[in-house]
């Protein structure tokens, strides 16, 4: 059996999302700090870069929505990031998880078997993060991923199982899965993995769209289309990573949901 997201349909998630301005709370590698902030202001959310310890379950409490990457770890910044997600779930605020290199150091892996505790909302990586994250070894190679998309399915299923979560995986075609249901999701640039940290912004997208939502799956899916489809349209008139990324903002911010309209449906299937 199988349903349907409508261009239409993914365009009032994006709608939803700008009247609401979710307050995004970010803890986050030192390299995408500035590119998140600006890819969430573009697309009309509201940002804050807030990883101190003696704060960030505090502001966890407050923001709409938080967003964890582990790019890069000390001992107050892990922390950190689990006391705010510890605090997100208390006060029933969706959070992120994005993996960065999980499967790189023991620490990472650790660090991430103390996020995952701590039942993330969404899980978002590129495939070889997705299958070490779950358990299994891929050689993944720093942040960047040496496997497709499919072959990260079996582990992203079983891991979305696992851990009650909403798994993306983020690659020329995404996959997005809660277990239960699964969707593909095509589009973005090839200029994309070009351009520093656009997948650590697409975790604070995700957020967003999850923070304003009902249906985290559902949401996650608008998110990743809208990021998508924006990163095609940028991709039309760029010559080099350099105008993609400024043309990528541009669009993000001119995207609404007329521009999501003419997407096709997209399929969402069962998974047995």
Not at 147 to 163: F, G, K, P, T
Not at 180 to 195: D, Y
Not at 209 to 230: H, P, R, W
Not at 243 to 264: K, N, P, T, V
Request: negative net charge; charged residues 15%; glycine residues 10%.
């Amino acid at each position: 059996m199988t349903a349907s997201l409508t261009g239409a349909e993914l365009g009032a998630r994006l709608t939803r999302m700008r009247q609401a301005t979710p307050l995004i709370h970010h803890i986050t590698n030192y390299v995408a700090m500035n590119s998140a902030a600006n890819v969430l202001l573009a697309l009309g959310a509201s940002p804050a870069m807030v990883h101190a310890r003696q704060e960030a379950a505090e502001f966890a409490s407050l923001a709409d929505a938080l967003s964890v990457n582990i790019g890069t770890l000390s001992p107050a910044w892990v922390e950190a990031m689990v006391e705010a997600a510890t605090s997100a779930r208390a006060h029933a605020k969706p959070w992120v998880l994005d993996p960065v290199a999980v499967g790189a150091t023991a620490y990472r892996r650790e660090v991430a078997g103390r996020l995952l505790a701590c039942r993330p909302t969404v899980i978002r990586g590129n495939a070889s993060e997705i299958i070490a994250l779950h358990g299994a070894s891929t050689g993944g190679r720093g942040v960047d991923s040496t496997v497709a998309s499919d072959e990260a399915l079996a582990a992203a299923v079983a891991l979305a199982r696992n851990a009650n979560a909403v798994v993306a995986v983020t690659g020329e075609v995404d996959l997005v899965t809660d277990g239960q249901r699964l969707a593909r999701v095509s589009g973005g640039h090839a200029l994309m993995p070009r351009v520093t940290t656009l997948g650590c912004a697409l975790s604070g997208v995700v957020a967003a769209f999850v923070a304003s939502g009902a249906d985290a799956f559902e949401d996650c899916i608008g998110a990743l289309a809208c990021y998508g489809e924006a990163g095609r349209r940028a991709g039309r008139d760029a010559h080099g990573p350099g105008s993609f990324a400024s043309a990528f903002l541009d669009e993000l911010y001119r995207i609404d949901a007329d521009a999501l309209i003419g997407l096709a449906p997209l399929e969402i299937a069962h998974v047995p």
